[in-house]
């Protein structure tokens, strides 16, 4: 996918993901899929799309180019990663860029330095993605570049459409020099997208061709985000072909993770390749995890606490590697399937757990912290502080537990104790 304003801010910000964990017990807001499957869902819907197959294998890639090629004999093969700025990245064995138009006759020694390797992007990280799947596509034909969106607006608590009638590699340059080119449209959720809106959008975008056909593109993608329970919708570049038809040439989708029990075609999708492998294993274990970049590694029970316990982290010196929120009710196994995670992340030099007992009692919390520790075999400096219900005994289960175990009074004390045992 292109570089874009909605996929920059809303899907590769830490911070942003930290402050979506904290919205409730849910692992992540947002389902992401590859640019294949979006296109046959949006298909499904009626919306316009270039032909395209995705290929697993090189008799795939084989196979896609010789169905795919166009009078040239040329073929586009695109690396299927879930994060932008593919055409300008490069693969980790020096190959540039994760977009390649290509001879049919090259296709398939192309597509072996490109599959099965790891593409690195502006919205990836140094680590990259690794691309496991490549989309053979036809060649397309385009007269214009356009950008469409729709996404969720807290403003006007309802879906907004945002177009313009510039798109592709600038938009993001084009929006802050020139706000006045971008086009916002809030949709009422209760009555839909009317006619009226649609035609004002296709007006905005300024569409030269058949007018009817490019609102009832712009009602079907409408169609799409609201019955596939999505939180955005991107297309960029939404295209004009030199007929004059609109052509979603390249779209980015995000689905509603609490819809997951009424999406499960769609959710099945999801590609766990792509994603932090510690994020996977939390979720399996009904924990929050979000990996950072310091190396104090937190647990902590309560999402509130657990931001509260990463900027006092970072107030006495020290670098948070994580965001982990155990819950209210975590379990042994919980506990040992966190501290395995934390130990997962190699730049960890010590484990920070603030643990209030509310609900649950500080003794029951420390039995099963140093039961856990135990199991573990922690190789590092383990700090531990708690408050709450039966606070004294869980001290003392602590202090009697046989292990080197650094017990702090309050947070503040904690948080030192911390970022010194990383010096010590």
Do not use: E, F, M, N
């Given at each position: 996918m292109l570089p874009s304003v909605l996929s920059r801010v809303c899907n590769t910000n830490a911070a942003w993901r930290v402050a979506q964990a904290t919205l409730g017990h849910q692992q992540k807001r947002f389902l992401n899929i590859h640019e294949y499957q979006s296109a046959q869902l949006m298909s499904k819907y009626g919306v316009h799309v270039p032909e395209g197959l995705p290929a697993f294998s090189i008799d795939d890639v084989k196979a896609g180019a010789d169905k795919l090629a166009d009078e040239k004999g040329e073929v586009v093969l695109k690396s299927q990663?879930?994060?932008g700025g593919r055409g300008l990245g490069k693969f980790t064995n020096g190959l540039q860029g994760g977009v390649h138009i290509t001879e049919k006759s090259k296709a398939v020694e192309l597509a072996k330095q490109m599959l099965g390797g790891t593409l690195v992007t502006k919205q990836t990280g140094p680590a990259g993605k690794p691309v496991n799947t490549l989309m053979v596509a036809k060649k397309m034909k385009l007269a214009r570049e356009m950008y469409f969106a729709i996404m969720l607006d807290r403003a006007t608590a309802g879906p907004i459409v945002i177009a313009c009638s510039e798109g592709g590699t600038s938009i993001e340059d084009l929006a802050h020099a020139h706000p006045d080119k971008?086009?916002?449209?809030?949709?009422?959720?209760?009555?839909?997208i009317t006619d009226q809106q649609a035609a004002h959008i296709v007006e905005g975008l300024k569409v030269s061709g058949d007018q009817a056909d490019a609102k009832a593109q712009i009602k079907a993608l409408y169609d799409m985000f609201v019955k596939s329970d999505c939180t955005m919708v991107e297309v960029n570049p939404l295209a004009e072909t030199p007929e004059g038809t609109l052509l979603a040439a390249d779209a980015k989708l995000g689905f509603d993770e609490n819809a997951a029990y009424r999406q499960k075609e769609i959710f099945d999708l999801r590609d766990e390749s792509q994603m932090d492998p510690r994020e996977v294993a939390a979720g399996k274990a009904d924990l929050n995890y979000i990996g950072l970049e310091g190396n104090i590694g937190c647990m902590v029970n309560g999402a509130g606490l657990a931001m509260a316990t990463m900027d006092i982290i970072k107030l006495h010196g020290g670098a948070p590697a994580n965001f982990l929120d155990v819950g209210g009710a975590a379990t042994e196994k919980q506990i040992i399937d966190a501290f395995n995670i934390l130990l997962s992340d190699k730049q960890v030099k010590a484990i920070l757990v603030n643990i209030f007992g509310g609900i649950m009692k500080c003794d029951v919390i420390a039995g099963g912290i140093v039961?856990?520790?135990?199991?573990?075999?922690?190789p590092v400096p383990l700090v531990v502080r708690l408050e709450g219900t039966n606070v004294a005994q869980g001290k003392e289960i602590l202090k009697n537990s046989g292990m080197t175990i650094i017990t702090a009074d309050d947070l503040d004390d904690a948080a030192k104790k911390g970022v010194a045992a990383i010096s010590a």
């Open positions: 990663i879930l994060a971008i086009i916002k449209v809030p949709i009422d959720i209760r009555t839909g039961s856990a520790a135990k199991q573990v075999a922690l």
